[in-house]
């Protein structure tokens, strides 16, 4: 374990005496660009006076051992100098905790393995994007995606259509307002899905769906999505990047797979209404405990197999995350009141809830994500949140 102590110019020995007091486990050095982290241990940076910025970007960042803790005194303008770097970290998703007292510090260093095996296991992660994202995503940009985050393989829809078919198709049943013309081809979407995710291992997915659809007539991603997110396979729709990670950060957060995604449509104080043409089949809940659902159409297209799942009643968290030039969260909590089944509105997506939510909010982009509500999930999503560095609106 590994502290690298950097100054200007005043004498800081004696806090020094005290971190090494604090830390006895610790490699206490001063600053040098050549010293190199201690693999998969906390890496502690302390700047006991202002102008040592720059000598921390004189690191190898990528080598850092996550998350990094940053511990400043209240003297010589050192807490200026941790805030400096800990926002140039924020602003590239480089997960960090700034400690501002001993003790603090002494609080991080004890959980830094948990918070490490969460980032590790978010950033292991690989996601597999077929034909980019939806043109309407305006706030969608590739330039925007950040190192620390999961690897993302890209596959064009002709090129993913152009792979062999596979032999094993899905036999899907149930009833509902569908054609049966659009059964096989939702079993072969699935197929061809299951495939390209054994051949990149990914555990995580998102398609520009509606590219899909329009160009392979009744080809819709809908009910795949529903099925495969039972069975633990993360799936965001019109290949937006930022709900995918936010699924993948929730999932970490909480440890469930039932997340629906969903658009905001309207609210009426503080109930919220959300729909989406796919759900997971197993709702909310674990996978493989399949809900009650009926088949139907998409709603845009008139074309392809949607779902609508009756999801349960319950308290919840809804998540949203937007990455950007300053990349934000939303972390709300609410129960759903209604969850519609056979009398859902025809002029809206499939898959119908209301959400009273606990205080009246603006929402901030389209997408959000609902998952079942734990105390213990709700804390650590937002505790991630901090970690990472997104702003909390």
Same mark, same amino acid.
């Given at each position: 374990?590994?502290?690298?102590?950097?100054?200007?110019?005043?004498?800081?020995?004696?806090?020094?005496?005290?971190?090494?007091?604090?830390?006895?486990?610790?490699?206490?050095?001063?600053?040098?660009?050549?010293?190199?982290?201690?693999?998969?241990?906390?890496?502690?940076?302390?700047?006991?006076?202002?102008?040592?910025?720059?000598?921390?970007?004189?690191?190898?960042?990528?080598?850092?051992?996550?998350?990094?803790?940053?511990?400043?005194?209240?003297?010589?303008?050192?807490?200026?100098?941790?805030?400096?770097?800990?926002?140039?970290?924020?602003?590239?998703?480089?997960?960090?905790?700034?400690?501002?007292?001993?003790?603090?510090?002494?609080?991080?260093?004890?959980?830094?393995?948990?918070?490490?095996?969460?980032?590790?296991?978010?950033?292991?992660?690989?996601?597999?994007?077929?034909?980019?994202?939806?043109?309407?995503?305006?706030?969608?940009?590739?330039?925007?995606?950040?190192?620390?985050?999961?690897?993302?393989?890209?596959?064009?829809?002709?090129?993913?259509?152009? !792979? *062999? $078919?596979?032999?094993?198709?899905?036999?899907? %049943?149930? @009833?509902?307002?569908? =054609?049966?013309?659009?059964?096989?081809?939702?079993?072969?979407?699935?197929?061809?899905?299951?495939?390209?995710?054994?051949?990149?291992?990914?555990?995580?997915?998102?398609?520009?769906?509606?590219?899909?659809?329009?160009?392979?007539?009744?080809?819709?991603?809908?009910?795949?999505?529903?099925?495969?997110?039972?069975?633990?396979?993360?799936?965001?729709?019109?290949?937006?990047?930022?709900?995918?990670?936010?699924?993948?950060?929730?999932?970490?957060?909480?440890?469930?797979?039932?997340?629906?995604?969903?658009?905001?449509?309207?609210?009426?104080?503080?109930?919220?209404?959300?729909?989406?043409?796919?759900?997971?089949?197993?709702?909310?809940?674990?996978?493989?405990?399949?809900?009650?659902?009926?088949?139907?159409?998409?709603? !845009? *297209? $008139?074309?392809?197999?949607?779902?609508?799942? %009756?999801? @349960?009643?319950?308290? =919840?968290?809804?998540?949203?995350?937007?990455?950007?030039?300053?990349?934000?969260?939303?972390?709300?909590?609410?129960?759903?009141?209604?969850?519609?089944?056979?009398?859902?509105?025809?002029?809206?997506?499939?898959?119908?809830?209301?959400?009273?939510?606990?205080?009246?909010?603006?929402?901030?982009?389209?997408?959000?994500?609902?998952?079942?509500?734990?105390?213990?999930?709700?804390?650590?999503?937002?505790?991630?949140?901090?970690?990472?560095?997104?702003?909390?609106?």
């Amino acid at each position: 374990m590994l502290c690298i102590c950097a100054s200007r110019q005043s004498d800081h020995s004696g806090d020094i005496a005290q971190l090494k007091q604090t830390l006895p486990d610790f490699q206490v050095v001063e600053f040098s660009s050549n010293v190199t982290p201690i693999a998969n241990k906390p890496f502690v940076w302390f700047g006991s006076s202002g102008g040592t910025e720059n000598n921390f970007l004189k690191l190898n960042l990528s080598s850092l051992p996550l998350p990094v803790i940053l511990y400043s005194v209240p003297t010589d303008n050192s807490s200026a100098a941790a805030q400096e770097v800990s926002f140039y970290m924020r602003q590239r998703l480089i997960p960090q905790i700034h400690c501002k007292t001993l003790k603090q510090l002494q609080e991080c260093v004890k959980s830094w393995s948990e918070y490490n095996k969460i980032i590790k296991s978010i950033q292991e992660q690989n996601i597999l994007r077929i034909g980019g994202y939806s043109d309407w995503l305006i706030n969608e940009n590739d330039q925007f995606y950040k190192q620390s985050l999961p690897k993302i393989v890209n596959v064009s829809v002709e090129q993913f259509m152009a !792979e *062999t $078919k596979p032999n094993h198709d899905l036999q899907i %049943q149930g @009833q509902g307002d569908h =054609v049966n013309a659009h059964v096989k081809p939702a079993s072969e979407v699935y197929s061809r899905l299951k495939q390209e995710l054994e051949k990149y291992n990914a555990k995580a997915l998102t398609v520009k769906c509606f590219d899909l659809l329009t160009t392979y007539q009744h080809h819709a991603a809908c009910y795949p999505y529903a099925q495969l997110q039972n069975e633990g396979i993360l799936c965001a729709c019109e290949g937006e990047v930022s709900s995918m990670i936010g699924m993948i950060m929730l999932r970490a957060a909480t440890g469930n797979n039932g997340i629906f995604m969903c658009n905001y449509l309207k609210n009426e104080g503080k109930v919220y209404k959300f729909a989406h043409c796919t759900a997971p089949l197993c709702g909310l809940e674990q996978c493989g405990q399949t809900q009650e659902f009926r088949l139907r159409t998409h709603y !845009e *297209t $008139k074309d392809g197999l949607a779902v609508t799942v %009756q999801i @349960q009643e319950q308290e =919840v968290i809804v998540f949203k995350l937007r990455l950007g030039d300053n990349c934000i969260a939303q972390v709300l909590s609410g129960k759903i009141v209604k969850s519609r089944l056979d009398d859902i509105e025809e002029c809206q997506c499939r898959t119908q809830i209301e959400v009273e939510l606990d205080n009246e909010v603006e929402m901030i982009g389209n997408h959000y994500l609902v998952v079942k509500k734990t105390q213990a999930g709700f804390e650590q999503l937002k505790k991630l949140m901090s970690l990472f560095g997104f702003f909390m609106v």
